[in-house]
């Protein structure tokens, strides 16, 4: 695989002092960690391939379509953790009343001002959706109107992010994190993002 690329290859994100005062935080942090890896090398064999990834920063226009976006337990944590204390106080100045005033159905509660507010600890279903060839028009899911173009995580790098969280659950020894993959206990919790108690969540910004 050719190292020479528009952007490196990613870095596992590294809060000390918070892992340390919450132990949860690290199977979020490793399991981010290995999904952005697969997602790069998987970036990387299409590119061999020749094609062009659409997806840059100030491109939101899947924020704005996806509606049902899955989260999972621990995603969830992590996303109230970075919210209520890592955003700088203006991003949270900006995203309280945002939120509290969303509705179901609309962009991202978390787009603000056409970027993520949230987007070192945005989910699992954000970092693997990577589109080709030219950008998503306002309104369209590629995955249905041209999934040629839509990323195929590498499978392996996504079995290793859902396993990261497993620990989160109690599931440790080999034989329980065996059985938990292959029933689907991770993705059998998962929530849809816009369902979450976004006033809960803004009232906890000040």
């Keep these: 695989m050719s190292q020479a690329r528009a952007y490196p290859q990613p870095s596992r994100l590294s809060f000390p002092q918070d892992e340390e005062a919450h132990p949860w935080l690290r199977f979020a942090l490793e399991s981010y960690y290995q999904a952005d890896v697969g997602v790069w090398q998987a970036i990387a064999q299409e590119e061999a391939k020749g094609r062009t990834l659409a997806c840059a920063k100030g491109c939101s226009a899947c924020c704005r379509s996806h509606t049902t976006i899955p989260i999972f337990p621990l995603e969830l944590l992590g996303l109230y953790w970075f919210v209520t204390l890592k955003l700088s106080p203006e991003m949270r100045r900006q995203l309280k009343p945002q939120l509290a005033s969303h ?10 001002e056409g970027a993520c507010a949230v987007h070192p600890m945005r989910p699992l279903a954000c970092r693997h959706f990577n589109v080709f060839g030219r950008v998503c028009a306002e309104g369209e899911d590629a995955y249905y109107s041209r999934r040629e173009d839509v990323l195929t995580p590498i499978r392996s790098h996504q079995d ?24 689907g206990y991770i993705q059998g919790r998962a929530r849809v993002l816009q369902d979450i108690d976004r006033g809960h969540l803004a009232a906890r910004l000040g």
């Excluded at 509705?103 to 603000?112: K, S």
């Excluded at 620990?167 to 065996?178: N, V």
């Design 103 to 112: 509705e179901r159905g609309g962009p991202c509660p978390f787009l603000v």
């Design 160 to 183: 290793a992010a859902i396993a990261a969280m497993l620990p989160f659950h109690g599931l440790t020894s080999e034989a329980q994190r065996r059985e938990a993959m292959q029933a």
